[in-house]
C-alpha cells in the first residue's frame, strides 16, 4: 500500500496529529481496530468500506467518508479489494472545532462526513480531491478545507491543556489533580471533556495508559506480561489482561499471536502499528 503523511502547519498542528494519503490492496480484507487516544476523518475516494462498532451493533457503509471522534471499544473496518482515501488522525480534542454537535452524541457511533459537513460540500470536496495531481497537493487541499473551517470553540484551551498533562503521563495521572491545577470542578471539567472529546478524563486517561503499554511491548521476543502490567502500573497481570479484553476482546496471549500474525504476513505495512487482522 502507498501511505503518505505528512503534519500539518499551524494552527492546525495543535489539533491535528499528521494528515494522509492512502491507496492500495489492504493486508486483510477486515481489520479491528482497537480504541486509541485519538479522532479519526477520512474523506473516502474509492468504493465504500464497511465499520462496525461493537458487537452489538450491525455494520453500516461509508462511501463518501466517515468522522470517528475518540472511542471506547473497538471497530472493525471492513475494505474492498481496493482502497483510496484521505484523511486525518485527530489529537482527541481536536475534532471539536470541525464539528457541528457535541463530540458526546457521536461516541461510539462512527457518522459519515456528509452528516458532519453536508453533502453538497463533501461532494465538492472529494471533487477536488480525486483530480488533483499526486498526495502531496491532495494533503494540502485537505488541509486548506480544514483551515477554512476552523472555528473558535468554547473550552477548548482548558481540554486541550489537561488532555496534554494526561498524554505526557501516559494515563498515569490523578484526575482529581487535574481538575484542582486547572482551577476548574471536576464536574465541569467533566462536562467538558465529553462535549468536546466524547469521553471523561477518566477514560481518555485509562485509553492513554493502554494504548502506551500495548505500544511499548516488542512482540518480536517473549512477552512477560507481569512485567508489562507491573512497568505500566496496572494492580496486577490479572488487571491487565481484564482491560487488555475490554479494549480488544483479546487474551493477552490471543492478542501477542495475531499482532504476530500482522507482522508476520504483511512485513512493514503502512497498517501494521495498531489495527489487528479480523479475518
Known amino acids: 500500500m502507498e501511505y503518505v503523511s505528512r503534519v500539518p502547519r499551524p494552527p492546525l498542528d495543535g489539533l491535528i496529529d499528521d494528515l494522509y494519503y492512502l491507496e492500495g490492496a489492504p493486508p486483510y480484507a477486515r481489520l479491528t481496530l482497537p480504541p ?5 476523518l477520512i474523506v473516502n475516494l474509492g468504493a465504500p468500506f464497511r465499520i462496525r462498532a461493537g458487537a452489538d451493533i450491525a455494520t453500516a457503509e461509508y462511501a463518501d467518508g466517515c468522522v470517528i471522534t475518540t ?9 474492498p479489494a481496493r482502497t483510496r482515501s484521505v484523511g486525518v488522525h485527530v489529537k482527541p480534542w481536536g475534532l471539536a472545532p470541525f464539528l457541528p454537535m457535541p463530540a458526546a452524541e457521536l461516541c461510539d457511533r462512527p457518522v459519515t462526513l456528509e452528516q458532519v459537513w453536508g ?4 461532494a465538492e470536496l472529494r471533487d477536488r480531491l480525486a483530480t488533483a495531481h499526486g498526495p502531496q497537493q491532495m494533503l494540502t487541499l ?18 486541550r491543556h489537561t488532555s496534554s498533562a494526561i498524554a505526557a503521563a501516559g494515563g498515569a495521572v490523578a484526575i482529581g489533580g487535574l481538575s484542582v491545577a486547572a482551577g476548574v470542578s471536576s464536574t465541569h471539567l467533566a462536562q467538558r471533556f465529553k462535549q468536546l472529546i466524547g469521553v471523561t478524563p477518566k477514560r481518555l486517561a485509562r485509553t492513554y495508559r493502554f494504548a502506551a503499554t500495548l505500544l511499548a511491548i516488542d512482540f518480536a521476543e517473549p512477552v512477560d506480561w507481569a512485567g508489562v502490567a507491573g512497568d505500566a502500573g496496572y494492580f496486577d497481570q490479572a488487571h ?7 479494549f480488544t476482546g483479546f487474551t493477552p496471549t490471543r492478542y501477542a499471536e495475531v499482532r504476530r500474525r500482522f507482522l508476520r504476513e504483511h512485513p512493514g505495512s503502512a497498517l501494521d502499528g495498531w489495527p489487528l487482522p479480523a479475518d
Request: net charge negative.
Open 36 to 40: 486509541m487516544p485519538g479522532a479519526l
Open 71 to 79: 472511542p471506547t471499544r473497538a471497530f472493525e473496518f471492513g475494505y
Open 119 to 122: 453533502r453538497a460540500a463533501v
Open 142 to 159: 485537505l488541509e486548506q478545507e480544514l483551515l477554512g473551517r476552523l472555528g473558535e470553540t468554547t473550552g477548548l484551551g482548558l481540554v
Open 240 to 246: 491487565f489482561g481484564h482491560e487488555l479484553r475490554a
